[in-house]
């Protein structure tokens, strides 16, 4: 899940900014994985789910144990 998502110009909010910044939480259990800091250069997809690593593992482990 994204959330505070800013536009931003390096360390500025600005929103005419090239930069966007925001914060990660797992769609599973919660846990913040990614923080403001990270900057990109896309627009964050709101609808795309968000797993952190540990989730993931899990996920694909569990996927291995059935295939």
């Not at 090239?18 to 919660?30: A, L, P, Q, R, S």
């Not at 990614?34 to 795309?48: A, C, G, I, M, Q």
């Not at 968000?50 to 993931?56: I, R, V």
């Amino acid at each position: 899940m994204k959330t505070n998502i800013m536009k931003v110009d390096y360390m500025d909010i600005n929103k005419s900014g090239d930069w966007y910044v925001w914060n990660t939480f797992c769609d599973k259990c919660g846990k913040q994985f990614r923080n403001h800091k990270v900057h990109s250069s896309t627009k964050p997809d709101r609808n795309e789910k968000d797993y952190c690593l540990d989730c993931m593992r899990k996920m694909l482990d569990n996927y291995a144990k059935v295939n």
